[in-house]
């Protein structure tokens, strides 16, 4: 079937004018069936919620380990040091560029965690898995005793392999290294013995 104007006569304007019409129209109506597919690129509740506090299970931690959760987008680590991690610590102040966490206090250590262990609970230990230098990651590195780019009487800590900056087992840095700071320490507190929830702290 022919797609001719009825009344209008080939290469007539009236023609076109309305081809050109229904064009527009075909247009606008794709445009508004796009909208509701459009809306589903919005940010989900749960992207909104990124800014929120995170609630840990500490429970099955053990001695010795550690486990890392996202808070706005940054690795937080959670360890359980062991008693022998502990008790390393104090000795360690005179090798640390800052021992006390003296250095930015509001930005990076809360009033409760300006103790050796930069911890509310001595065994558990919190902080953002960021190296203060350029923003890289530190690797675990627990163990004791010498090892490749550690001193021979490491006592356990955290290695920066991208440019050789080590921290204590209290996120301390030690002197002469390329990051400025300790590692930061979130806001957080404890709902219970086995419940951690970091991002905030107004009962801490």
């Given at each position: 079937?022919?797609?001719?104007?009825?009344?209008?006569?080939?290469?007539?304007?009236?023609?076109?004018?309305?081809?050109?019409?229904?064009?527009?129209?075909?247009?606008?109506?794709?445009?508004?069936?796009?909208?509701?597919?459009?809306?589903?690129?919005?940010?989900?509740?749960?992207?909104?919620?990124?800014?929120?506090?995170?609630?840990?299970?500490?429970?099955?931690?053990?001695?010795?380990?550690?486990?890392?959760?996202?808070?706005?987008?940054?690795?937080?680590?959670?360890?359980?040091?062991?008693?022998?991690?502990?008790?390393?610590?104090?000795?360690?102040?005179?090798a640390l560029?800052?021992?006390?966490?003296?250095?930015?206090?509001?930005?990076?250590?809360?009033?409760?965690?300006r103790n050796?262990?930069?911890?509310?609970?001595?065994?558990?230990?919190?902080?953002?898995?960021?190296?203060?230098?350029?923003?890289?990651?530190?690797?675990?590195?627990?163990?004791?005793?010498?090892?490749?780019?550690?001193?021979?009487?490491?006592?356990?800590?955290?290695?920066?392999?991208?440019?050789?900056?080590?921290?204590?087992?209290?996120?301390?840095?030690f002197k002469?290294?390329?990051?400025?700071?300790?590692?930061?320490?979130?806001?957080?507190?404890?709902?219970?013995?086995?419940?951690?929830?970091?991002?905030?702290?107004?009962?801490?």
């Amino acid at each position: 079937m022919s797609d001719t104007l009825v009344g209008a006569k080939p290469n007539d304007p009236s023609k076109r004018t309305w081809i050109i019409a229904s064009t527009c129209v075909g247009i606008a109506g794709a445009a508004a069936t796009a909208v509701p597919f459009v809306s589903t690129f919005q940010p989900s509740e749960r992207a909104k919620a990124a800014g929120a506090a995170v609630e840990v299970d500490i429970s099955s931690i053990k001695p010795g380990e550690k486990v890392t959760v996202e808070w706005r987008g940054k690795p937080v680590w959670v360890v359980r040091r062991t008693p022998e991690q502990l008790a390393a610590l104090p000795a360690l102040d005179g090798a640390l560029a800052d021992p006390q966490s003296k250095r930015k206090p509001d930005e990076l250590t809360p009033a409760y965690a300006r103790n050796p262990g930069r911890s509310i609970k001595p065994e558990f230990f919190v902080a953002v898995g960021i190296c203060t230098h350029l923003g890289c990651s530190p690797s675990d590195k627990f163990q004791s005793g010498p090892q490749a780019s550690l001193p021979d009487d490491w006592k356990g800590g955290f290695l920066c392999p991208c440019h050789g900056s080590t921290f204590d087992m209290a996120g301390r840095v030690f002197k002469n290294k390329p990051a400025p700071d300790n590692l930061e320490i979130p806001p957080h507190m404890y709902l219970s013995d086995s419940r951690l929830l970091i991002g905030e702290d107004t009962k801490a």
